[in-house]
Structures are given as C-alpha cells and as structure tokens.
C-alpha cells in the first residue's frame, strides 16, 4: 500500500512526519531519511493495530497538494 506523508521542518531541529489517510499517525526524525524510515514504521504499526482491532485499512483516496501565493495588503 501506498501512502502520502507530509513532512514538516521541527521549529527545535529535525522534522515530523503525518499521514493524512491516518489520523493520529505521526513520526519524526533528524533528517528527511531518518523521518521517511521512522514514518513507514510507524504506518506498519498503526495498520497493524488496526487489524488487530478488526477494523479495514483506509485505502488512500486521491490527495493534492498545491500552494497558493496571497498578497496581504498594508
């Protein structure tokens, strides 16, 4: 299974990771590689508990993510 991550710049160093098709599923890591492996280990855990719990792994639905430059005026 595929998943989209966003991974964040931690303001005290480092990053944080969530995956938005699983609520509550976040990691971090001080590099980008060391938060992408500490993310997928903690996708495999939270879909681990939630097949223990019986309950059906979110399929991801299609997601985009885009930026939107705005202009505040003074």
Not at 2 to 31: K, M, N, R
Not at 44 to 55: R, S, T
């Amino acid at each position: 299974m595929d998943y989209t991550i966003l991974i964040h710049q931690a303001e005290e160093g480092g990053f944080w990771s969530e995956v938005p098709a699983l609520p509550g599923c976040y990691s971090q890591g001080e590099t980008i590689d060391e938060t992408l492996e500490n993310t997928k280990e903690a996708i495999e855990a939270h879909l681990q508990a939630l097949k223990e719990d019986q309950v059906k792994a979110p399929i991801e639905e299609s997601l985009f993510i885009g930026r939107v430059r705005v202009e505040v005026a003074d």
